[in-house]
């Protein structure tokens, strides 16, 4: 079996609003405009907060010099404002320890992807779909498939591991993946949990209160 890692609120986190409603706000352009924004973020190879900019320039209508003073803003805020999810380096070293296969899966966009790379050291040389690499984003099937491919495993030899059901637990499911969602933040998936607990949305195989719960016999 592979463990399948969500990065975002699975295994690190940051401030309580997401990066693109933070670079809507900073933008003045409204809460309107997250939606696209994070399509921008999220599946833009970036280099830099200027590579980053012009491309919100040129498809948002923004002014350049706004666009690089507010993205360079933010992209440095995320370096130094992420932390990591209390336990989270030890179940990864458990399964590591354990000597089950991991990779990641993510919507992410770069700065928050380096401190993820600077905190999980042992696990940059392994897999990772990265939404901004692949210009993919969950909950798209052809974000999971790009994997499989990459992994060459069949789906029912995958257990993903997530925080969010929409984005990471119902498409993995759909795809004949094992699946643990990580319901460390209720609240922000509450109507996803009444869907669960009502029979409307299928049952993830395993719920966690926390990554810190994490054991190698839920992978096995």
Not at 48 to 66: F, K, P
Not at 90 to 97: D, I, Q
Not at 154 to 159: C, G, K, L, T
Request: net charge negative; glycine share 6%.
């Amino acid at each position: 079996m592979i463990a399948l890692f969500d990065i975002g609120s699975t295994l690190i986190d940051g401030p309580p609003y997401g990066p693109a409603r933070r670079l809507a706000e900073m933008l003045g352009l409204g809460k309107s405009a997250t939606a696209e924004l994070e399509l921008l973020l999220f599946r833009t190879p970036s280099r830099d907060a200027a590579h980053l900019a012009q491309h919100i320039a040129e498809g948002m209508g923004v002014d350049l010099a706004l666009a690089v003073g507010k993205c360079t803003e933010l992209w440095n805020a995320q370096l130094t404002e992420a932390y990591v999810l209390p336990g989270a380096l030890e179940a990864v070293a458990r399964l590591r320890t354990a000597a089950i296969p991991r990779a990641y899966l993510s919507n992410i966009w770069r700065p928050f992807y380096e401190y993820f790379r600077r905190s999980f050291t042992t696990e940059s040389a392994g897999p990772q779909f990265l939404s901004f690499q692949l210009g993919l984003s969950k909950p798209d099937p052809a974000f999971f498939h790009a994997a499989l491919r990459s992994l060459n495993v069949p789906a029912s030899e995958v257990v993903m591991i997530g925080d969010t059901y929409k984005n990471d637990i119902l498409p993995a499911i759909e795809l004949g993946m094992k699946t643990i969602w990580v319901l460390h933040r209720p609240d922000k998936e509450r109507a996803s949990l009444v869907d669960v607990l009502n029979g409307s949305a299928p049952r993830p195989g395993l719920t966690l209160n926390s990554i810190h719960e994490l054991q190698p016999e839920h992978i096995l």
